[in-house]
């Protein structure tokens, strides 16, 4: 009989490694905020209300009605009703929304005597970001996931030029880094420790992730935050039925979609590491009550805390749409180039020490890749059509179109002499053996160029430099219908993808080419498409007012296929076909209180690359049967993996006073996993756990004096480990690995922040702390501790690390009561990362048994100025 599943919670806090004085910081502030914020908190006043249909009166059920500052939510009953607990005496601003009406936004004053207040909602088809896309945003108090949202506020305080991972930082469970060092160019976000290809992301609905490599490349979309409505992180698999298939969990950006008011916004920065952005934003507000134009121009420059890792960012985004009654459309064009210098090599650890040149604080920043044409080049416009129909009070439509073209290459120059075979070019002799450097030369036993039988010398290889390009289509449609009943909605939909993306490489440069070859030689040719399609059903049942059920069925298909193989002429494809159930409870036991549990079955398709690397001459697709002659391809090697995910939590909200527990077990059959090496272009090389669990607990919650004085935090505990795994070397050496710690994955994340905001002026103390971290699958050699006795052992792991952040923020418009230069708003800020200049590293790998880390910056600052007018 098998045992029901269940959360070891205490298991994972026993078990989890002993604290450091940076950890022990972090759980004494936290605890202190979770403990005695409820008692601080002042008791409140209730404040009750109602929203109904302006033309006919009717009560409007699932409404959205919002208090902005401080920010609190809630949703309509089925009688249009609603109510909030504890809500301070004075001036409150209420803003009410629903798909289809007009926003309502009204200015209350609430104290003792008020009397329950009353929206009337006048129909119109002004879409709102929290109810537009329901198959891939959270509720609070409605839906039965973990999530953390950021409105349009939470993001401007918290950006400058970062990318989106490291905006994202200081929500619960995770964690980001880049290559540069600073925030700025290759960014990566780790959701519960999986890496970003197993984080599925959306904008507006519309899935970002690559098809073929499931990766988002953020820093092709530099500064779009600026055009951010808001941006959800869902933990787990989440609530998603359409695009990648989330497992660490999900990020959904939705853009401004109708600004109602015309505003122009100019913002300038500098930095450290002559890090610069500039960007203009016009919003033409609703024009002849039916039109709206917006658009941004932006650029980021950066030189990158490491040597050699500059980014040059573009970036631009337009919008129109057209309000009619009943039907809103909306136009969305957004993108940039992008040229960056490559920098996704580590450094060992003599260079973090300081063994090179002395100083570590100098060795630390070099870029292996330091070859100064060592750069990335690509531009992928998006181009969205998104329709909101109401057909009537109890259905509504949506619809998606979208196109993404792009076109772009980077410039590589392989470490030591490469092989012509290796190119597609034939070998060479030559009279001499002193014409090039002997690794040029077919050598003989001792090492020296060797004399063929016609007394020549025998050329194999050079170096040489190459150029990699892609060029790729991407385009689909996303239709989705809600239709409302007596006790809830029922959500159906579909999604057809289609991605085509030719990849070649040329030969650019060569020391020693052989005779008769072509300028630009290409080497490798070939076509990979990827057709993915999806049709999902949800149902969101409440049979009373406290309780809501959600149920969802989701099949999706995805059918890769490789094709235009130039060289070695395979053709083929393969389909992947899975039936995904997830089931939810969400209980509102008081206006407090409330509790959500939830379960989720899906399955995952390896990447392409894993099926067949084609950019590699001397790969072969990995299936059991290969009959080229008669196109048959049977049994990948690589398995899919298979997930359970068992997740409850429990939320408590009063006043200015939040605090939410999470907890789940993630388990796992077949787990894609990475082993801790790199392949030559930076990629994790990966293979199948026959089974792992992934467990942990989340706690959040935040609390806000009436006097200005905020705090914040969120603490996560995880424990990741291989019940089943064997990793091959070669044919002949395989390490059992079970039972140790999967690698890249942190123990321990916790981010504790302190502010004071008043009158314009806010200032604020971030701590953020990062438990260790494996390099590779071995756990540090933890089955072979003679391994580890040996004299110069080097760690393969990351040590825990504790890093400040800081902030002043100065509104001269809100602190003088004026409007200098006719602005609504000057806002100064100064920004501090890493104030205590902690020399710390924040990701790595192992090759030949070396530990390699990517540094992060020391002590910088960033400084802006944004006018608004």
Known sequence: MKSRPRFPFAAVLSRAAAPSRAAALSAFAFS??????????APGLPLRGRVVDAQTAQPIADALVRIVTPPRETATDRDGAFSFADVDEGTRRIQVSRLGYALSDQTVEVHAATEALLFRLEPRAIPSPVVEVTTTRASERGSAVAFTELDR??????????????LLAETPSVYAYSDAGNGVGYSYIKIRGFPQRRVAVTINGIPLNDPESHEVYWVDHPDLVSSAGSLQVQRGVGSALHGASAVGGSVNLETVAVPMERALTIQTGVGSYDSRRFSVDYRSGLLDGAYSVSGRYSRILSQGYRELSWSRLWSYYVSAARLDPWITTRLNLYGGPEQLHLAFYGVDRSFLDGGITGDPKEDRRLNPLNWRNETDNFFEPHSELIQDVKLSDRTSLSSSIFYFPGKGYYDDFPYG????????????????????PVSYYAVDSTGAPAVQPNGRFLVTGSDMTQRLWVR????????????AHAKGDLTIGAEWREHDGRHWGELTWAQALPPGALPNHVFYDYTGRVRALSAFAQEAYSPRPDLKLTGSLQWRQTRYAIGKDRYQGYDFHLTYAFLNPRIGVNWNATDRWNVFANYAHTRTEPILSEIYRADDPSAVPLFRVVDVANHVYLDPLIEPERLDDYEAGIGYRAGRTSLKLTGFRLDFRNEIVPNGQIDRLGNPITGNAARSVHEGLEIEGGWTHRSGLEISGNLSLSRNRFRDYREFVDSSTVNDYSGNAITGFPSRLANVTLGFRRGGARAQLTLHEVGRQYLDNSEDNRKSPALRAVPGYQKKLIEEHAVLDGLLAFDLAAITGTRPLDARKILIEIRGMNLTGLRYETSGYVYAEVPYFYPAATRNVFVSLKAEF
């Open 32 to 41: 202190v905020l979770a403990l005695s914020a409820p008692a601080l908190a």
């Open 417 to 436: 002499p490469q092989t012509f075979a290796s190119r597609r070019l034939a070998d060479f002799e030559v009279d001499s053996d002193s014409l090039y």
């Open 153 to 166: 506020s939470a993001i401007q305080d918290r950006y400058w030029a970062q990318d989106v991972p490291m």
């Open 472 to 483: 790729n289509r991407h385009y689909g449609w996303i239709p989705r219908a809600r239709f």
